[in-house]
């Protein structure tokens, strides 16, 4: 059963707490609201402002899991929590694991602040849960991925045009890097993991594929620099800084160029035709 009474005031603590520089907001010359507005946290959750304030005034429907998974990402909930939201709200939480897409506070209050850089924070099979806009404008929108295409190793083998943005000459190294990832977590997760299913499809649908399966080959790893082909700005060579969540399989990844380049001179000119996101 729903605790309506507990569920409005956990949320309203939850969001008097946060400040708006915590989840990226400028803060204005006057701002009196304690924490973040309840409009605020809406347009965080992705949700009307009047649904959100409902659930404060103890009113409204049921909330379903998904909308509490995008309130407890919204206020930048721990997985603790997170956990007790859904049960106030008379859900069971989800089950922790490698499949989990919850973002723990810490790594979004760092990528919060990466608005000016390429950024994206991904799972451990390559789906991309979060982007800056330059870093949607480097690498592509990845949010209007469904399914197994929102893995970038499994476009990568059956997407056209999913390798356009990465230089020709690593489409090879890139290939073996993804084939050896995805054995290895399969092997770590075991036979009904994702993973594992992600390895099928692909053997069912790549023959480029089942080539780099049949050799084992396992213990590639990512270049620190990596050489990107942007249809607009041209090609640019950006270090990629990998920051890995130790509570969860999550890693962002950020991208900069050596200052003076001109790799650096078309990350500028492409943070100027970056559409938001």
Known sequence: MIDRTGLAGFLRSRREALQPEDVGLPRGARRRTAGLRREEVAALCHMSVDYYSRLERERGPQPSEQMLAAIAQGLHLSLIERDHLFRLAGHRPPVAGAGAEHLSPG??????????????????????????????????????????????????????????????????????????GLREIAALRGPGSRAAQLAGLLLDRSEEFRRLWAGHEVGVRPDEVKHFVHPEVGEMELHCQRLVDPDSTHSLLVYTAVPGSESHERLRLLAAVAPPV
Not at 121 to 146: F, H
């Open 107 to 180: 790594l979004l209050r760092i990528f919060d602040r990466l608005g000016d850089t390429p950024a994206e924070i991904v799972t451990e099979l390559g789906e991309t849960l979060r982007q800056t806009a330059l870093g949607a404008a480097l690498t592509g929108d990845a949010s209007r991925y469904t399914g197994p295409e929102r893995s970038l190793g499994f476009r990568w083998f059956t997407v056209p045009g999913a390798r356009d943005r990465y230089a020709p000459r690593e489409h090879a190294f890139l290939g073996r890097l993804f084939a050896s």
